[in-house]
């Protein structure tokens, strides 16, 4: 019954967005008493807790996975932005409840903290680990500049692409555009880090 109150919950996050994620929607939609519902979760926040681990999942393995089919080692950043803005922008109210909601969460229970934190961390660093594995690749191959910190890039980048799903939000809760394409700026920003992840050649010798 948990797998059905989980999947409940994220439904009621996709019609409805953050705010229709409540104990009584969730009951109602089950068929359940809320204290049916209250049996296998505490609270509303360790629901919300347990969903956010599982959109947590779902966003790694997807960026984990764009990191892996990259067709080259260098492509690998280029790739792995714009997985990260399709995802974001096809699933807003999970970003919105990843990246908003709970900087904002009243709630003083541990399991949206400390507990959480040490569920989520280790999802989010095997997505790290793969971005980082195709750096090192083409440091080793030569197509990225060695003196770059893999690890540090791989973070920097993932980064960048919330930059990018916070303000696609942002438009789509204002019914806006931005005067530049967010799909047009994420082809610049690409552009810049191909360029930039380049190895440097080196300097030609001087005269005798």
Not at 30 to 35: F, R
Not at 85 to 114: G, I, K, N, S
Not at 143 to 163: F, K, Q, T
Not at 176 to 187: C, E, G, H, N
């Amino acid at each position: 019954m948990r797998a059905e109150i989980l999947d409940a919950a994220r439904a009621l996050l996709l019609e409805r967005g953050v705010e229709g994620v409540t104990i009584a929607a969730v009951a109602a939609r089950l068929g359940l008493t809320k204290p049916a519902v209250y049996h296998y979760f505490a609270s509303l926040d360790a629901l919300l807790a347990e969903l956010v681990v599982g959109l947590v999942e779902r966003e790694c393995e997807t960026l984990a996975r764009s990191s892996d089919e990259a067709p080259a080692p260098a492509a690998a950043p280029g790739t792995f932005l714009r997985a990260a803005l399709a995802h974001y922008a096809t699933h807003v109210d999970e970003f919105r409840m990843l990246y908003a909601v709970l900087q904002v969460h009243a709630a003083p229970e541990v399991v949206l903290r400390r507990d959480l934190r040490a569920r989520v961390y280790p999802i989010s660093g095997r997505m790290y680990d793969a971005l980082e594995r195709r750096l090192r690749e083409g440091q080793a191959d030569g197509s990225v500049a060695a003196e770059l910190p893999a690890r540090e890039l791989a973070v920097a980048l993932h980064l960048s692409a919330l930059g990018f799903g916070l303000m696609n939000g942002l438009m789509l809760a204002l019914d806006d555009t931005m005067k530049q394409p967010i799909a047009r700026l994420l082809d610049t920003l690409v552009a810049a880090l191909e360029h930039g992840l380049a190895p440097r050649a080196a300097p030609a010798p001087g005269p005798p």
